[in-house]
Structure formats: C-alpha cells, structure tokens
C-alpha cells in the first residue's frame, strides 16, 4: 500500500523546466494608427522581409475598405479580425488505445493569430486582380460575416 501512496505523490510533482522560459517579444506599434495589432497583421502578411510592401499593401486595403463602405478602414478590419478568429478548437487527447477530439478554449494570443492567418489565406485565394483588392475584399466580406472563413462558434 505504501508503493501505491509513494507512486501517486510522485505522478502529481511538477518536473521544471530545463531551461528558463523564454522571453516574450514584443511588436511595435505601426507609423501611421499606433497599432500593435496591425504590426502583427503585416508581419503575417510580409513575404521575404519585405515589411514596406506589406505595410503598402495594408494601408491600400483599408483606403479600398473606406472608401466601399464609407466607414473607418480601422474599425471594419478589427471587426473583421473578430468575426473570424476562433473560439473553441480540437485537440487530440489520447484515452487507452482511442484518440479522441476534444473540443478546448483558444488562448487569446492564439485567437489573434489563428485569426489573422485566415484572414490573409482567404485573402491570397480570391480572384481579384491585386493583392490590395484581395485583402480589401476579404476584410469587407468577413465584417459582414460572410466570405470563405467564418467564425467556428
């Protein structure tokens, strides 16, 4: 009895890590809205380290998105991003010799990312002519809560 009592103490101690945890980065804010969240958008969006391009490409969406919807270009993308950036996802837990998909909350930073990938992969699959047609596009249609990806819940 003594075995059992010694091994279910040792099952619940937490192992440290070998290493420290590493550091958090942190983005800075665009030039032109002071946004974290955009500077994340367009390193998503950069090919090949070509940021510039990327931010020229963003910054054309939104002028497109304003001037099709008569709204603040800003505000349909962050409504966009939240139409589009998941809830709940599967993961695969093992149970005796089944695998099983267990529905789980998304963390927000991966909800933001998760989000913003889609965002750009709907975008990169239209049919329209520019990349800056594309992404406007995309950001019209998920701030109405249409287009290819919609939200899972």
């Given at each position: 009895?003594?075995?059992?009592?010694?091994?279910?103490?040792i099952?619940?101690l937490?192992?440290?890590?070998?290493?420290?945890?590493?550091?958090?980065?942190?983005?800075?804010?665009d030039?032109?809205?002071?946004?974290?969240?955009?500077?994340?958008?367009?390193n998503?969006?950069?090919?090949?380290?070509?940021?510039?391009?990327a931010?020229?490409?963003?910054?054309?969406?939104?002028?497109?998105?304003?001037?099709?919807?008569?709204?603040?270009?800003?505000?349909?993308?962050k409504?966009?991003?939240?139409?589009?950036?998941?809830?709940v996802?599967?993961?695969?837990?093992?149970?005796g010799?089944?695998?099983?998909?267990?529905?789980?909350?998304?963390r927000?930073?991966?909800?933001?990312?998760?989000?913003?990938?889609?965002?750009?992969l709907?975008?990169?699959?239209r049919?329209e002519?520019?990349?800056?047609?594309?992404l406007?596009?995309?950001?019209?249609?998920?701030?109405?809560?249409?287009?290819?990806?919609?939200?899972?819940?």
């Amino acid at each position: 009895m003594l075995r059992a009592e010694a091994w279910a103490n040792i099952k619940n101690l937490t192992i440290p890590m070998r290493k420290a945890k590493p550091k958090k980065r942190y983005v800075l804010p665009d030039p032109k809205f002071r946004d974290v969240m955009v500077t994340k958008f367009v390193n998503n969006l950069m090919y090949d380290g070509k940021k510039s391009t990327a931010f020229n490409i963003f910054y054309g969406a939104l002028d497109k998105v304003e001037d099709r919807t008569k709204e603040n270009g800003l505000e349909t993308f962050k409504k966009a991003l939240n139409n589009v950036m998941p809830s709940v996802e599967v993961k695969s837990r093992r149970v005796g010799g089944a695998t099983f998909q267990v529905p789980t909350e998304v963390r927000a930073d991966r909800k933001l990312s998760v989000g913003m990938k889609w965002l750009i992969l709907y975008a990169r699959k239209r049919g329209e002519k520019t990349m800056v047609d594309r992404l406007a596009a995309e950001i019209i249609a998920a701030a109405k809560g249409e287009g290819d990806r919609k939200s899972v819940v």
